[in-house]
């Protein structure tokens, strides 16, 4: 079965070609992606993880990033002396993994799944232990991780049902590989019977909850609370919404709804941070140009800054959004009426915040689902469904905060995965008689 993979593996990467050309000339970064994925490294990465008999943690794209922050964190509290090495697939996921994984000692691009390029990242990696997150299947490497007898281990295991269907159309192929993972750690009972439905050893298969939750949230205490508010010039009266994470097309429809909330509440303000930092000068244009006052907060104190609180304030830095979620009476997450799968609607919940999306939540679709439930976030399908839910929520004060509160009540419910995971991890290594080196150690 190996040989039909890697054939169709490499007819495929020839299909791609000219779509890898465009991308080599009009994507940022791209050739830096694929010289990685191809098996060759810059000088500084390969100085800085080659041969360190690192941890290898992979975590495909944004929301197993997410999943893996709290993980590496644990890791590197537990085992200072340990690398710790994240792989990602995609850019976003690169870029997301650098802003919210600091501890990990390297972030590199999965290397592609064929034989010689696996086995060179391998070796230059040379894990002791290599953690799977979500789920993350590729054949090669499981195979050669197998040889090598490095113990893999699946953590935050999730199957949707589309998966399941397609990993069931090779069945055999699949058993094969999960019998190559030594152990299964599963968000839930529904992900446990699947793995095990695709062929997992039942003895293998442990549930421990959702890592996500886990994810270290900005705390803010009231009176930082107002001192944001008065930095931001947010110190009316009036309701305050934060649209975080927004990509094109999206800021048009918050601003626009923005309009109608500003009829009802005059003195309502509106926090917008824009996904790409870069767009932040079209979406000004696009603000002024709709009659709005707006500043951008990187231009605070300069001589665009007149002193007065706008209407709208443009979040153009980095590092900021996580603690300013806590001002918000309202927050959208952007990146849900386009087709990029949301961003993080976990965030904005661990401050209690009543939470709004669009109709494509698919990097986040079990969190949506569980908020969603419980009457924390709720989609909207379409700009004037978003209108009316906006206008309704601030309408009903009482109703955001049951929301705000029942958002509490579940982050706190779920928190704890990540030490079962990682205690499951302790397990598995003293089975293999690999030794962890601790803060005790020199």
């Known amino acids: 079965m190996y040989w039909v993979y890697n054939i169709c593996l490499v007819a495929y990467w020839i299909l791609q070609i000219p ?27 390969l100085q800085q993880i080659a041969y360190h008999n690192a941890i290898w943690v992979h975590a495909a794209s944004v929301g197993e990033v997410v999943a893996a922050s709290p993980i590496v964190r644990e890791l590197k509290k537990k085992y200072p002396n340990e690398m710790v090495v994240v792989s990602v697939v995609t850019a ?49 490497f499981l195979r050669l991780a197998w040889k090598k007898k490095i113990p893999v281990m699946m953590m935050n295991g999730r199957i949707s049902s589309r998966s399941m269907r397609r990993y069931s159309l090779i069945k055999r192929f699949t058993t094969r590989m999960l019998l190559q993972i030594r152990k299964f750690c599963m968000q839930s009972k529904i992900d446990r019977d699947r793995i095990i439905g695709m062929g997992a050893d039942p003895k293998r298969v442990t549930i421990t ?33 934060v649209a975080g994470s927004t990509h094109s097309g999206e800021e048009e429809m918050v601003v626009k709804t923005f309009g109608k909330v500003l ?36 231009k605070m104190g300069t001589e665009e800054d007149d002193g007065k609180s706008p209407q709208i304030v443009i ?18 997450v952007g990146g849900s009426f386009v087709k990029v799968g949301g961003h993080n609607i976990l965030e904005p919940a661990a401050h209690g915040k009543p939470v709004l999306v669009g109709p494509y939540m698919f990097n986040f679709q079990e969190i949506f689902e569980l908020l969603s439930s419980r009457g924390v976030c709720r989609m909207t399908t379409n700009e004037a469904e978003f209108e009316k839910t906006v206008l309704h929520l601030l309408d009903h004060p009482e ?4 929301m705000g509160e029942a958002a509490l009540e579940v982050v706190h419910e779920n928190q704890g995965a990540t030490e079962r995971n990682i205690d499951a991890f302790e397990k598995l290594i003293a089975d293999y008689g690999v030794h962890l080196g601790g803060s005790d150690e020199s």
């Open 19 to 45: 779509i890898l050309i465009y991308r080599l000339v009009f994507e940022e970064g791209f050739y830096d992606r694929l010289k990685q994925s191809a098996g060759i490294m810059p000088t500084p990465t």
């Open 92 to 140: 976003t996921g690169h870029r997301m993994a650098q802003r919210i994984i600091p501890e990990a000692d390297g972030h590199i691009f999965f290397p592609f799944d064929l034989p010689v390029i696996t086995e060179r990242i391998v070796d230059i990696v040379n894990p002791k232990a290599i953690i799977l997150i979500e789920t993350e299947l590729w054949p090669n």
């Open 209 to 241: 909850g959702n890592t996500k939750y886990d994810q270290t949230y900005a705390e803010v205490s009231e009176e930082e609370r107002q001192a944001l508010r008065k930095e931001f010039r947010f110190d009316g009266k009036g309701p305050i919404i």
């Open 263 to 298: 009829k009802k509440y005059p003195n309502a303000r509106l926090l917008l941070a824009v996904r790409e930092i870069t767009r932040a000068p079209s979406v000004k244009f696009m603000i002024k140009h709709l009659g709005y006052t707006v500043l951008r907060r990187s």
């Open 315 to 332: 979040l153009d830095t980095i590092g900021e959004l996580g603690r300013l979620y806590s001002l918000a009476d309202i927050v959208f």
């Open 399 to 402: 109703e955001m905060k049951k």
